[in-house]
């Protein structure tokens, strides 16, 4: 079995630099039309606290030597486990004894969090490199590095705040939110924004940030984790190309580039479970803590549902839209499926993530067509890089279609 080449995963700290640097002022211009408030996240402060704590601790790692796959995986699976065990408790924080178990369960997995960030990197640096996803620096034109290295920092994402019309679903607003807020802020914050208008609010928290390090949510699923990571470093691999370098133009550059990282994050993260398999004994163990699969399928309740708002606002029905969609939500939650408010603001977040349920977007399904035409994921992200507007997918599609061939 294969183990990621340490060799190259960390380019020169000047390499990784620029990328804090960059996308530091990308995020700036993006939040600068908001005035800040005391629920806002911080993401300098952030990356001021994180930047360093990183290096130290690669510097401390080269001293203790390298992992053995053995090891990794014994970290990695604990590390699964953890997160599973407080994702339970946390789901009935009443029960007896809940809150100091989770505070024991936490404090283990924040020991663990460094080096399992670092076997995630290794592994999805070592199938970016299978895919030919390397490039030269102007001062090691004979290195080939995967850039932006894959850096990652599992913690708690912050919040998204996300605004739509109650006529419409458009995202018409959205802006992150510190990740330490109560239900009780949440729903305050929500009830805030929508008494300024006609609107409809949601606060959801994140499941990652592309920040630099990226922000990733400690979750307790291998390919999930995986997948999330590479999410965030597609996000960062396509700020330095024509598509990431606007992102915030516009809703469809928005829905171009989360829909590229999203299958990227999906594709990766299905070669590293292949390439780097936990062992059966530990996939076993993670298997009996899940709990037992929703008896709905939730992906085709939020399509029909999507569908149905949509008609029912194309009437200018506004209230039956927002009863119908309470209605389903309480219909999922007694099937086993919780989603704490669905309205305009959740569809219209879903929505620039062309490839989930909730989105009616086009771009979602010719992505996917795209990617099955390119046939492996090097090829996709080095095309759908370069677009600028969903015009270009249609040409680079037709392309695509005359020739038979990726690129």
């Not at 914050?189 to 208008?197: F, K, L, P, Q």
Request: net charge negative; proline share 7%; glycine share 6%.
């Amino acid at each position: 079995m294969q183990r990621p080449t340490s060799a190259r995963r960390w380019p020169p700290l000047l390499a990784a630099g620029l990328v804090v640097v960059c996308l530091l002022v990308s995020w700036v211009t993006s939040l600068a039309v908001h005035l800040p408030s005391a629920d806002d996240f911080n993401i300098v402060r952030w990356e001021l606290l994180h930047v360093p704590s990183k290096w130290l601790y690669l510097g401390g790692r080269m001293f203790h030597g390298r992992l053995s796959h053995a090891e990794e995986d014994a970290r990695l699976g604990r590390f699964l486990e953890l997160s599973t065990r407080i994702d339970q408790l946390s789901a009935d924080p009443a029960q007896p004894g809940a809150a100091e178990q989770i505070d024991q369960l936490q404090s283990e997995r924040s020991g663990l969090a460094n080096d399992v960030a670092a076997i995630i990197e290794g592994r999805v640096t070592s199938v970016l490199e299978d895919e030919g996803l390397t490039s030269s620096l102007p001062l090691f034109p004979d290195a080939r590095w995967v850039f932006p290295p894959v850096d990652t920092e599992l913690t708690t994402p912050p919040f998204e705040l996300a605004i739509s019309p109650r006529d419409r679903i458009a995202l018409v607003d959205e802006r992150p939110l510190s990740p330490t807020l109560s239900l009780s802020q949440v729903d305050a914050i929500e009830r805030r924004e929508e008494r300024a208008g006609a609107r409809s609010a949601l606060v959801e928290p994140l499941a990652g940030v592309a920040t630099y390090p990226s922000m990733v949510a400690s979750v307790g699923d291998y390919r999930t984790l995986v997948e999330f990571a590479a999410h965030e470093w597609a996000h960062q691999y396509l700020y330095f190309k024509p598509l990431g370098s606007r992102i915030f133009a516009s809703i469809e550059l928005r829905t171009l580039n989360e829909t590229v990282a999203t299958i990227s994050g999906q594709e990766i993260a299905a070669e590293v479970v292949a390439k780097y398999p936990l062992p059966a004994d530990t996939q076993a163990e993670l298997a009996a803590l899940q709990p037992p699969a929703p008896r709905v399928d939730v992906n085709a309740a939020l399509r029909a549902l999507r569908k149905d708002v949509d008609a029912l606002l194309a009437q200018g029905n506004v209230t039956d839209a927002e009863a119908l969609m309470e209605q389903r939500r309480q219909e999922l939650a007694s099937q086993g499926v919780y989603f704490r408010r669905i309205n305009q603001a959740f569809f219209a977040f879903q929505n620039i993530y062309a490839t989930s349920a909730g989105s009616t977007d086009p771009i979602g399904p010719k992505m996917a067509t795209l990617l099955a035409r390119e046939k492996s994921l090097g090829p996709f992200l080095r095309a759908t890089a370069h677009l600028t507007s969903a015009a270009d997918l249609d040409r680079l599609l037709a392309a695509t279609s005359k020739d038979g061939t990726g690129r």
